[in-house]
C-alpha cells in the first residue's frame, strides 16, 4: 500500500509565502511523476505542477515565476514553493504521485489535500 501524507497549509496574507510537502511511504520501488492539483471552492480541479523522474518541471501558465515544484528523491517528497500569493490561490491542494509498487504495479496515488487560504 502506498500514501501520501501533505502539510504545509494554512492562513497567510496576500503577498507572502508558503511551502507544501508531500511525502511517499508505503511499497515503493520508483515514483515516475509528482504532481500538485488544487481546486477551489466551486471550481473543477487543475494541475499547478508537475515534476517527472527526469526532474522535468512543468507548471499551469498563469503559475510560472511564482510557484516552484522540487522533490527530493531520497525522501520520496515533494515540495510546492508558493510566492506572492493572491486570494485566488485559495484551495484545496492534493499531491499526486505515479509510482511502482514492490509487487511491480503502476499505481496513481493521491494524498488527502491540505487547504491553502489567502486573506486579501
Known amino acids: 500500500q502506498v500514501q501520501l501524507v501533505e502539510s504545509g497549509g494554512g492562513l497567510v496574507q496576500a503577498g507572502g509565502s508558503l511551502r507544501l510537502s508531500c511525502e511517499a511511504s508505503?511499497?515503493?520501488?520508483?515514483?515516475?511523476?509528482l504532481a500538485w492539483y488544487r481546486q477551489a471552492p466551486g471550481k473543477q480541479r487543475e494541475l499547478v505542477a508537475v515534476?517527472?523522474?527526469?526532474?522535468?518541471?512543468n507548471y499551469l501558465d498563469s503559475l510560472k515565476g511564482r510557484f516552484t515544484i522540487s522533490r527530493d528523491n531520497a525522501k520520496n517528497t515533494v515540495y510546492l514553493q508558493m510566492n506572492s500569493l493572491k486570494p485566488d490561490d485559495t484551495a484545496v491542494y492534493t499531491c499526486?504521485?505515479?509510482?511502482?509498487?514492490?509487487?511491480?504495479?503502476?499505481?496513481?496515488?493521491w494524498g488527502q489535500g491540505t487547504l491553502v487560504t489567502v486573506s486579501s
Open positions: 515534476s517527472t523522474s527526469g526532474s522535468r518541471t
Open positions: 508505503g511499497s515503493i520501488v520508483s515514483i515516475n511523476q
Open positions: 499526486n504521485a505515479a509510482v511502482v509498487s514492490v509487487a511491480g504495479r503502476y499505481l496513481e496515488v
